[in-house]
């Protein structure tokens, strides 16, 4: 079976944010997780994504629950 890995932009596509956004919040440990395709080269699981998207579901807008606040 094989694995569908998207680069950071097409990442970003499927989950609704800018590449920008999400490589911020690689930056700063926030985020779905990734994968180290080379020196320079990142990715992400599908799976991973998907599962992401899952765990920022809330009930209400004043549910922050995992959000960071600033």
Request: glycine share 10%; with cysteine; charged share 35%.
């Amino acid at each position: 079976m094989m694995r569908k890995v998207l680069r950071t932009e097409d990442a970003a596509a499927y989950v609704g944010l800018a590449a920008a956004t999400l490589e911020r919040m690689r930056l700063r440990g926030e985020g779905p997780t990734f994968v180290r395709l080379g020196c320079r080269a990142v990715g992400y699981d599908i799976a991973d994504l998907d599962r992401w998207i899952d765990e920022q579901k809330r009930g209400s807008t004043s549910d922050a629950t995992g959000v960071r606040v600033r």
